[in-house]
């Protein structure tokens, strides 16, 4: 249910938002929203610090990645373009789910 959620969801962020991205095939938006969806849970209901160091790194990672552009030698080794939109996409989507889990999970649903 989660991977249709976020695929759907970044599909149609990039169709509406990124109207210039033609081409995007991967499901590394979907990764990135899968690993928010599970990290974040820990870090606002137990205070779990490795959860947070990791959701810390990820979101590192990926302004650096946005900031200086994908890396090249990455790019080659999959083969096409690294769609940086769909990774954000992808982690906002994660943040709106875990936040509805956690209200759930709070709410006891």
């Given amino acids: 249910m989660r991977m249709a959620a976020l695929s759907v969801l970044v599909s149609l962020l990039l169709w509406t938002i990124s109207p210039q991205v033609h081409d995007y095939v991967g499901l590394s938006g979907v990764l990135y929203g ?3 969806w599970m990290l974040l849970p820990p870090v606002l209901l137990q ?3 490795t959860a947070a160091m990791v959701l810390l790194a990820v979101i590192g990672w990926l302004s650096w990645q946005s900031w200086a552009g994908p890396d090249p030698l990455e790019q080659k080794l999959i083969g096409g373009y690294i769609v940086t939109q769909a990774h954000w996409f992808g982690l906002l989507g994660g943040f709106l789910g875990a936040l509805i889990s956690c209200c759930r999970q709070l709410l006891g649903r």
């Fill in 34 to 36: 899968l690993i928010v």
């Fill in 47 to 49: 205070r779990d610090a």
